[in-house]
């Protein structure tokens, strides 16, 4: 109800208010919304002693470029999404697309969250491509990004299943923070704590670690499946896992317990309107393909398992 709320002007705000393409931009941002709940509420959690979760650029990159008003219009979303709202009309159409100038990417390598597109930093990119459906969001090479299934609701999040979308890039880590999300137990230091790891070393193996979680909630599910998206850009030649000092025999195949797929490129364009122009537009992740783990081993709890690419 608040996305109605009065002294915004006198059309409804209601996501499904302007019809199409609105109707399903709207909802695929929702649901991608709710899919990022775990990576929010960490950062979230950061914030209490930290840096806030929506941070100016200069929190991260202090220069004299970011300590000005240039890079005003820009964030960044915890520690790994750079968020570029398209604020005014610069080439638009008829349709709304048009393009993002004078968008400031730190040093480092840097992803297209919806395409793949890599962009090396330190520079200040022009003529971004923003049709009406896309949000200029970048992802900062190493991100460790933990999700959840696509949900209208927490209440529909199925907590035996934790997945990582990982964009590895020398050793980076995240720390996965979590608590029973309706009471202030917290404040009592009833949370959990999981660190997750990925290293990929000079010839290319990629190790992804996650160490025992630390801490315990009232209706923390100790057993619990893992998903892991790896965003890489060739088939892994090889593909292990170990669990609690055992190693599991992955194989390759589209679904099941203890598996492993490549794919070359992905339709992430998953929740438009059934019948609609929108659910006919292909977005795919390229040229980092993805490839998809999923180790389902439940021995001593939250022990978690060290894949090897």
């Not at 704590?193 to 209706?219: A, E, H, M, P, R």
């Amino acid at each position: 109800m608040q996305l109605n709320m009065d002294g915004w002007g006198s059309n409804p705000k209601y996501p499904q208010a302007l019809g199409e393409p609105a109707t399903s931009i709207n909802r695929s941002y929702l649901k991608l919304k709710s899919m990022l709940l775990p990576y929010t509420y960490s950062c979230a959690h950061e914030a209490v002693t930290g840096k806030p979760l929506m941070r100016a650029m200069f929190l991260d990159d202090s220069n004299d470029y970011t300590h000005g008003s240039a890079t005003r219009y820009q964030y960044m979303y915890g520690p790994s999404f750079l968020v570029a709202p398209v604020y005014q009309n610069t080439s638009a159409d008829k349709e709304g697309n048009d393009v993002r100038n004078g968008i400031y990417l730190p040093k480092g390598t840097w992803y297209d969250y919806f395409t793949g597109a890599t962009y090396e930093g330190g520079c200040i990119l022009n003529d971004y491509f923003a049709p009406i459906w896309k949000l200029p969001v970048l992802v900062k090479s190493g991100a460790i990004i933990p999700m959840v299934n696509p949900n209208n609701n927490p209440s529909e999040v199925d907590k035996s299943r934790r997945i990582f979308e990982l964009y590895p890039d020398g050793k980076t880590s995240f720390t996965l923070y979590d608590d029973d999300g309706t009471t202030q137990k917290y404040l009592n230091g009833e949370g959990a704590t999981t660190l997750i790891t990925s290293d990929l070393n000079d010839k290319k193996v990629l190790t992804v670690s996650i160490d025992k979680t630390v801490g315990t909630f009232d209706g923390m599910v100790k057993n619990q499946s893992t998903t892991f998206y790896l965003n890489t850009n060739a088939k892994p030649k090889k593909v292990t896992a170990i669990v609690g000092g055992k190693k599991i025999r992955l194989t390759e195949a589209e679904q099941g317990d203890n598996t492993w797929q490549y794919v070359q490129a992905s339709n992430i364009n998953r929740f438009a309107t059934a019948g609609s122009e929108m659910e006919r537009l292909l977005v795919t992740k390229f040229p980092n393909h993805r490839a998809l783990g999923v180790m389902r081993h439940h021995e001593g709890g939250r022990d978690a398992p060290c894949g090897r690419l």
